[in-house]
């Protein structure tokens, strides 16, 4: 149960953190945004090359937590660090999956930067997943982690994704 619930929070604090990053770069470069717990927009017009930087900053606290989960796993054997990069490595595998039908970050990055729809994504993602593999090498957690981690990254999307609705907007 301690993992299942350590998971769902990881996730969800995860989502609030890749979305609050996108939310401080688009107001640390003058923007008026707003924020949901899947989304930011800046309100307006924005520079292709504030767009990028918006647009890069989720990802990029998504994957410092990836690289601070694996650092943590593989230094010391610790179960929170593979928490934190499975969810890491989870969180951008579904939003590699979703940009089939809607551009996730990665992808916009790589379309305008000319290098191909898939590039970054599957650079990021497969690092991430890698990270993961090699952390749950050290870590070893047994096949039962396996379970309770599906439940709790199941409950903890489940949760982000379908309780939008519910959550509060921010606009600022």
């Given at each position: 149960?301690?993992?299942?619930?350590?998971?769902?929070?990881?996730?969800?604090?995860?989502?609030?953190?890749?979305?609050?990053?996108?939310?401080?770069?688009?107001?640390?470069?003058?923007?008026?945004?707003?924020?949901?717990i899947?989304?930011?927009?800046?309100?307006?017009?924005?520079?292709?090359?504030?767009?990028?930087?918006?647009?890069?900053?989720?990802?990029?606290?998504?994957?410092?937590?990836?690289?601070?989960?694996?650092?943590?796993?593989?230094?010391?054997?610790?179960?929170?660090?593979?928490?934190?990069?499975?969810?890491?490595?989870?969180?951008?595998?579904?939003?590699?999956?979703?940009?089939?039908?809607?551009?996730?970050?990665?992808?916009?990055?790589?379309?305008?930067?000319?290098?191909?729809?898939?590039?970054?994504?599957?650079?990021?993602?497969?690092?991430?997943?890698?990270?993961?593999?090699?952390?749950?090498?050290?870590?070893?957690?047994?096949?039962?982690y396996?379970?309770?981690?599906?439940?709790?990254?199941?409950?903890?999307?489940?949760?982000?994704?379908?309780?939008?609705?519910?959550l509060?907007?921010?606009?600022?």
């Amino acid at each position: 149960m301690k993992t299942i619930t350590s998971i769902v929070l990881i996730v969800i604090l995860s989502f609030i953190a890749h979305e609050a990053a996108h939310f401080i770069m688009a107001i640390a470069l003058g923007y008026e945004a707003v924020a949901t717990i899947n989304h930011v927009r800046p309100v307006g017009p924005v520079e292709p090359g504030h767009a990028l930087l918006i647009a890069a900053a989720g990802p990029a606290l998504t994957y410092g937590q990836g690289i601070i989960g694996f650092l943590m796993a593989r230094g010391s054997a610790s179960m929170l660090g593979l928490h934190l990069v499975v969810v890491a490595a989870i969180q951008r595998l579904m939003a590699a999956i979703v940009s089939m039908n809607n551009p996730n970050d990665e992808m916009r990055i790589s379309l305008d930067l000319g290098l191909g729809q898939w590039t970054l994504p599957a650079i990021v993602t497969g690092s991430l997943l890698l990270l993961m593999i090699l952390s749950a090498r050290t870590v070893r957690p047994g096949w039962l982690y396996v379970f309770y981690a599906w439940l709790g990254l199941s409950i903890g999307f489940s949760l982000a994704v379908f309780g939008e609705p519910y959550l509060p907007v921010i606009r600022f």
